[in-house]
């Protein structure tokens, strides 16, 4: 049975950091791209970041480039997100997703198969 939990969400104010982890289990972690996505109220899940199997590629939306990085550790079946200079609009609902594709172009919510719970962040302004 596949679980992703991600965890490291809260509160913070605008122009802060955090960082996001999401621990895998039950698949064989480096045998699968993740990705981090974000949904807030009214609006669509949308793509955050993704890295490759490796880690050595990875895909940043425009609206966190510079500001958000994704990594990956398969030794410790995690991926993270580091999120730094946290602006308001990135308020949302944080998911962590594993797929089974080695690279998607374009990341979508169809081209992931197994998601977490999600970590809410909050950022005032």
């Known amino acids: 049975q596949v679980q992703l939990v991600e965890s490291g969400g809260g509160l913070v104010q605008a122009g802060g950091s955090l960082r996001l982890s999401c621990a895998a289990s039950?698949?064989?972690?480096?045998?699968?791209?993740m990705g981090w996505f974000r949904q807030a109220p009214g609006k669509e899940r949308e793509a955050v970041a993704q890295?490759?199997?490796?880690?050595?590629?990875?895909y940043y939306a425009d609206s966190v480039k510079g500001r958000f990085t994704i990594s990956r550790d398969n030794a410790k079946n995690t991926v993270y997100l580091q999120m730094n200079s946290l602006k308001p609009e990135d308020t949302a609902v944080y998911y962590c997703?594993?797929?089974?594709?080695?690279?998607?172009?374009?990341?979508?919510?169809?081209?992931?198969?197994?998601w977490g719970q999600g970590t809410q962040v909050t950022v005032s302004s």
């Open positions: 997703a594993a797929g089974s594709r080695s690279w998607v172009p374009r990341p979508k919510p169809s081209d992931y198969d197994y």
């Open positions: 890295i490759s199997r490796s880690g050595g590629t990875t």
């Open positions: 039950g698949l064989t972690f480096s045998s699968y791209l």
